[in-house]
């Protein structure tokens, strides 16, 4: 691989991060704000709505994936004649699925207080946020279309700037509507604003990006339809997959027990999502990257950035894991309030524990998706998604929020550290052991340090604000850095970030 294309993987991991740190730290400083202004009832209404629309994105059938993964390889062959085919294709058959989506929502509106055990008061709002919620998904699905083009031409600097400042809109929208006493249906405005300036964004950027591309209903071919969604159909299975596993959880809390306890569940799962966010930051970019490797047939490379992708991934997680697991509690109480601390943590942990193996996971899906071995897959998202459902409904009989979070911590560890490297050494001929070793022991022994650092800080210097528990994190985090380079960076990668000589030299020009 050439050296302008690590240095564009590098900018584009990079350029997500920022977008992810951004949005993450907008999150954390809402969220509060949010609870508090709602209440618990009304912010778990919030969540149980949001996850009834979230399941619409089905709709999307796996057709923007199949965009980016298109537009990467047209783009390269510059073939723009197919690559505009493939997108006029893809822009029909999300406006259909937009109307639809939005027939569906209204629908669904009508029996929402049957579903779930509204108070009377907010039945009225929880309708008209499911309408807006629906009109929402539809200008989501028809702006991906555009969003897929920036992604398949691996610009992701723009598309995190763009989203940068909408973000800064919809946090500004946010606290004046509650602030001024509005409440669900003002956020459900501005839910379906930020969907519409985001469409325009990447509407706007894919233009500028690819004016040789240029979208129309007359190029809509039934040929490219097919190539369409005989690449996406798997990638709708996975999809359908990962949403149950994602939002079922919410609905079997909604359906079984008092709706106000989606919030002391759902204030964890933000928090692990938050975490996972850089994870995603590597894994979009390694899918037209996959695609663009298995193209030039550079299959070595292509098993080298999946395992540098995965173990980097696991890196990165593990000290926001070690201090969810071993000072979770305490951040909750100091975050949101110490009635959330108990509960709320509990979750955090459980759930920490699914998030610590499941990046690497997660790194192995993106590359498949990218070199279209993602069908293999399915069968085992499915087995999942069953299995955390079955589980969640068994055990919050007796475990109540609790019993939902192994529900889904369970089957997520069995798939992400059995089926995850025994699929990896069946497609790529990653040895199994190698895949463990790399992404998951060598890590875990570097964080050895900066684990015991967390837990002395805790056990014997508990912190009483926001402020010093952040300062204790920044205090212990060298002992991850530290940990990492010891253990974990080969030796290539510590002479690429320390050349050899570098530090004699830099002693000499100081005494000199």
């Not at 564009?8 to 202004?37: D, E, I, K, M, Q």
């Not at 089905?58 to 965009?67: S, Y």
């Not at 998030?355 to 790194?363: D, N, P």
Request: net charge neutral.
């Amino acid at each position: 691989m050439s050296a302008s294309g690590t240095i564009s993987r590098t900018r584009n991991v990079l350029a997500n991060w920022g977008g992810y740190v951004f949005a993450a730290g907008v999150n954390f400083l809402l969220s509060p704000f949010v609870v508090h202004s709602l209440g618990d009832s009304a912010y778990g209404i919030w969540i149980l709505l949001g996850t009834l629309v979230g399941y619409l994105g089905l709709l999307d059938l796996g057709v923007r994936v199949a965009v980016t993964r298109y537009v990467a390889r047209f783009h390269a062959q510059q073939d723009h004649a197919e690559a505009t085919r493939i997108v006029s294709s893809a822009l029909v058959t999300f406006g259909i699925m937009g109307l639809l989506a939005t027939f569906i929502a209204g629908g669904l509106a009508f029996f929402v207080a049957d579903l779930f055990e509204i108070p009377a008061e907010l039945v009225s709002a929880g309708q008209i946020v499911l309408v807006l919620g629906g009109a929402s998904m539809a200008v989501s699905l028809v702006g991906g279309v555009y969003g897929g083009i920036v992604t398949g031409l691996q610009r992701f600097d723009l598309s995190n700037l763009a989203e940068i400042a909408i973000g800064v809109v919809r946090a500004l929208a946010i606290v004046v509507a509650l602030k001024t006493g509005h409440g669900l249906v003002a956020l459900g405005f501005i839910q379906l604003g930020v969907s519409g300036l985001r469409g325009l964004a990447s509407y706007i950027l894919s233009r500028r990006l690819y004016p040789e591309l240029r979208a129309s209903v007359y190029e809509c071919r039934r040929s490219h339809l097919m190539m369409v969604f005989s690449f996406s159909s798997s990638v709708l299975l996975l999809q359908a997959s990962g949403m149950l596993i994602l939002f079922s959880d919410s609905i079997v809390i909604g359906v079984s027990l008092p709706i106000g306890m989606v919030t002391f569940f759902a204030i964890a799962a933000n928090l692990t999502e938050y975490a996972r966010a850089p994870i995603s930051g590597i894994s979009q970019t390694l899918t037209p990257s996959a695609s663009a490797l298995e193209a030039d047939d550079e299959d070595a490379e292509l098993k080298r950035v999946l395992l540098i992708g995965a173990r980097i991934a696991t890196l990165i997680v593990l000290p926001i894991v070690l201090t969810f697991m071993l000072r979770g509690h305490s951040f909750i109480g100091l975050w949101m309030g110490e009635e959330y601390a108990g509960p709320s943590g509990d979750v955090l942990w459980i759930l920490s524990l699914a998030l610590w193996f499941a990046t690497g996971y997660q790194i192995v899906v993106a590359t498949m998706m990218g070199i279209s071995k993602h069908n293999g897959l399915v069968p085992a998202f499915i087995i999942e998604a069953i299995c955390n459902i079955a589980l969640s409904l068994v055990w919050i009989q007796s475990f109540g929020i609790i019993g939902v979070a192994w529900g889904t911590t369970a089957p997520r560890l069995i798939a992400a550290t059995v089926f995850c490297p025994w699929y990896v050494q069946r497609v790529l001929g990653i040895p199994f052991s190698r895949f463990w070793f790399t992404v998951w022991i060598r890590p875990a022994v570097a964080m050895v340090p900066f684990a015991l650092g967390s837990w002395f800080i805790e056990e014997h210097w508990p912190a009483d604000n926001l402020f010093l528990y952040f300062a204790q994190v920044a205090a212990v985090l060298p002992l991850a850095a530290l940990g990492t380079w010891a253990v974990s960076l080969t030796p290539a990668e510590k002479s690429r970030l320390v050349p050899p000589g570098s530090f004699g030299r830099l002693v000499s020009r100081r005494a000199g």
